[in-house]
């Protein structure tokens, strides 16, 4: 069966230190993979989503960036944060073959101080 | 990105009610999902649908796929106190990408 591993599950940050947070997939290849943005515990906001190995399609122009370095691996990076970044983070996965059928992370909870 | 419209945004109910809430899009999908959020917790799918008319269920929980494609809906039959959370719906149209669009949520709050 799949999973999906989100770490950190919380994280506190001063406004202007970087970010890295951290997506993997286990038992699938080439999956779909996204980061999502949730404010306020409504409203999911797509940031990223990448189709394979290097390839990240951004949604949103805003002080984030992603990389996806290994076949289920997704990382969401930051240089410099705001505290408008603060929110909960969620990645998500699909599978490649399939794609109409997303299953989400257990979440980051990024607070911006 | 779109967004659908997902009502009501709130509920309020005793335990061992009927829930209903919909989303409705104004473009057509092929997939509609159901999800169930607690707090905290990162969404967890209730239903898949892949097919206008389609009417799945899942427990106490039923879904059904618009005729027109433009809409869903989720039932929950004789709720219970853990069924309080917020459920999302999510359509995706196979011809425009492999985005999925998220409704705003409604809360359900479940009284014993």
């Known amino acids: 069966s799949q999973t999906i591993h989100q770490w950190p599950a919380t994280l506190v940050q001063p406004v202007g230190s970087p970010l890295s947070l951290e997506c993997t997939v286990e038992g699938t290849s080439n999956p779909n993979l996204y980061w999502y943005r949730q404010a306020a515990g409504r409203g999911l906001q797509l940031l990223f989503y990448s189709v394979g190995i290097g390839q990240i399609s951004s949604e949103v122009p805003q002080n984030l960036s992603a990389s996806r370095p290994q076949d289920r691996q997704f990382i969401l990076s930051s240089k410099k944060l705001l505290l408008s970044d603060s929110g909960f983070y969620l990645c998500?996965?699909?599978?490649?073959?399939?794609?109409?059928?997303?299953?989400f992370g257990p979440g980051t909870r990024l607070t911006v101080l | 990105g779109q967004q659908l419209n997902q009502s009501p945004q709130s509920m309020f109910i005793q335990e061992g009610e009927d829930v209903s809430m919909n989303c409705t899009s104004s473009s057509i999908f092929n997939t509609w999902l159901w999800y169930k959020q607690d707090p905290g917790e990162g969404p967890v799918l209730l239903i898949a649908?892949?097919?206008?008319?389609e009417l799945t269920s899942n427990g106490r929980l039923t879904a059904q796929f618009g005729i027109t494609r433009k809409d869903s809906f989720l039932n929950i039959s004789a709720s219970i106190p853990s069924d309080v959370g917020i459920y999302f719906c999510a359509g995706r149209n196979k011809n425009t990408g492999n985005q999925f669009y998220f409704g705003t949520g409604t809360s359900l709050t479940v009284i014993p």
């Open positions: 998500a996965w699909t599978r490649r073959a399939l794609p109409d059928t997303q299953y």
């Open positions: 649908l892949y097919k206008a008319g």
